[in-house]
């Protein structure tokens, strides 16, 4: 069956590029509609990566003003990772039941409601209950972000509009380091305090945005909305033909006759998320479970490499290298979020051309060999308290700027891309859910130690470990994860089936791969 649906998809594409004349001018206007869309609900994303970048600076005022501990510091600056749990979890049922478009709008005024708090707090802990609402809202952001741009793009974009969080991610980290040194020339008591609060007004802008772009089709199919889910289809199709296709698989895939053309239709009870965390964690297929394990992996390997710390305790690393005052060291950490937005935007170019496995592997590579120099440049100044070693200090500012460089180029945007496309319909928004709670407990248990980590075994010591941390991170890729490049959502399934991880039993293999297969196609366990 599988092998006759890609004979399929390759004679649609086939018909579809005979005839260049009649595809490409709706190519370009569709294309437009679908970028639009993916815009608006990326800009969630920003949240986050604002919160991230602003932090990084305004805790050099909060230790002063607030007079609180390095330990304080590391709660304050990490705990916001893990308060993202309670979002992220929430996220993916409650995208099920109200939709993927209202829960951006929940999202965003949970954040403008945190981002309030922290900006009018007087104390520590005023300040960690903004943290924990701005927490929650972000960990909403971050999983119906990719789900959203997921499920309304079309194939031939699919990887570079789903990497469009990731792009506004690096945005926000740019706005919060520029945030941070124009703010920092402002009074002790009100600088650190605008810093934050200043974060609130994406909120606003994500809420007006939100009432022009449409509700997931996929969704829309799942509540029985026909007729409205075919709207939005041909909107965001790269030709009718391409929506048509569309329109078939995912009424397979929820359970709808294809030769039903009614508005409305009765779909099975269970299209609100019921079951599906008993389906995921309890008693999933070994074909499903393939499928979490790549999510997990690959969010768990992308904080584990470090990025959050080093973008989060930038200023710190910098004063390790020898760069003295506020001002040099806030101007190097701008420096920083632009070359790692610049370097996102190309990277969104590259993934639906050269691939997601290709740019993995060269990222984490990349990663890899800047995270080993900046060790060692760190460790020859540490060893060398009393010298000014210019060279090293160089070099570890030019292997700050490569690693977030490389990290921009594959780790950052397709692990989300990637995690956000290889779930089942039925269980896409809660296994999405699944790998942005791991990344953020991974990136909370990182950040939170990072200070008592380099005490311990010194700076360099510490990126030494996230160094091995990203060679392991490597060979996973390399092994586990098949290249998703130009295929359907629904035919997923497919490349996992084939994937070099599936089971040497050959009758374990059949049975797993029968069993995701029904789970795409809505004739298993995982009815979608």
């Known amino acids: 069956m599988a092998d006759r649906k890609i004979e399929k998809t390759a004679e649609s594409d086939a018909s579809l590029s005979y005839d260049p004349t009649m595809v490409q001018p709706e190519k370009k206007r569709r294309n437009k509609f679908a970028f639009a869309c993916t815009v608006i609900a990326s800009m969630t994303s920003i949240l986050l990566g604002y919160d991230i970048g602003v932090m990084s600076g305004a805790v050099i005022f909060i230790k002063k003003d607030l007079k609180i501990t390095d330990v304080q510091i590391e709660v304050l600056v990490g705990i916001l990772n893990i308060y993202c749990l309670f979002g992220s979890l929430l996220a993916g049922r409650t995208s099920d039941w109200i939709g993927r478009r209202y829960t951006i709008i929940l999202a965003g005024a949970i954040f403008f409601a945190g981002a309030l708090l922290m900006g009018f707090s007087t104390n520590y802990t005023f300040l960690m209950v903004g943290r924990f609402v701005a927490g929650i809202g972000v960990g909403y952001a971050l999983v119906i972000a990719p789900v959203y741009t997921t499920e309304i793009s079309p194939t031939s974009s699919r990887g570079l509009l789903t990497s469009l969080p990731d792009v506004f991610i690096n945005a926000g980290i740019m706005f919060g380091y520029v945030s941070n040194y124009a703010f920092s020339k402002l009074s002790l008591h009100l600088g650190w305090r605008l810093m934050l609060g200043v974060g609130a007004i994406p909120s606003v802008f994500l809420a007006v945005g939100v009432l022009a772009m ?10 029985g909305r026909l007729g409205d889910a075919k709207q939005v289809l041909y909107k965001t199709s790269d030709s009718k033909e391409e929506a048509e296709s569309r329109i078939t698989d995912i009424k397979e895939a929820v359970g709808i006759p294809e030769n039903c053309n009614d508005d409305f239709v009765q779909v099975q009870k269970r299209s609100h998320g019921e079951g599906v965390w008993r389906e995921l964690l309890i008693s999933p297929t070994p074909a499903v479970r393939r499928v979490l394990i790549a999510a997990v992996g690959i969010h768990f390997f992308q904080q584990a490499s470090g990025i959050d710390a080093v973008v989060l305790y930038s200023p710190r690393i910098f004063q390790k290298a020898g760069i003295k005052g506020n001002d040099p060291i806030l101007g190097v950490t701008v420096a920083v979020g632009f070359i790692k937005t610049l370097t996102i935007l190309i990277a969104t170019f590259l993934v639906d051309r050269i691939g997601r496995r290709r740019l993995l592997l060269f990222s984490s590579g990349g990663v890899f060999l800047s995270l080993i120099t900046l060790a060692t440049g760190l460790t020859i100044i540490d060893q060398n308290p009393d010298k000014k070693i210019t060279g090293a200090i160089v070099v570890c500012i030019v292997t700050v700027l490569t690693f977030v460089s490389f990290f921009s180029t594959g780790l950052g945007p397709i692990t989300w891309v990637y995690s956000s496309e290889i779930f089942p319909l039925r269980l896409r928004a809660q296994g999405a859910s699944i790998g942005v709670a791991f990344n953020r407990i991974t990136s909370g248990v990182l950040t939170m130690t990072f200070i008592s980590l380099y005490k311990a075994i010194t700076i360099g010591g510490a990126f030494f470990l996230y160094a091995g941390i990203a060679a392991a991170g490597w060979i996973f890729y390399y092994t586990f994860l098949p290249e998703t490049r130009g295929q359907t ?7 996992f089936k084939e994937s070099r991880w599936a089971s040497k039993k050959k009758g374990e293999e059949s049975h797993s ?9 809505g004739h298993g366990p995982a009815q979608l």
């Open 513 to 521: 791969q029968v069993e995701l297969a029904s789970n795409v196609h």
């Open 489 to 495: 959502l629904e035919d997923m399934a497919v490349l």
């Open 214 to 223: 449409p509700e997931s089709p996929r969704w829309l199919m799942m509540q």
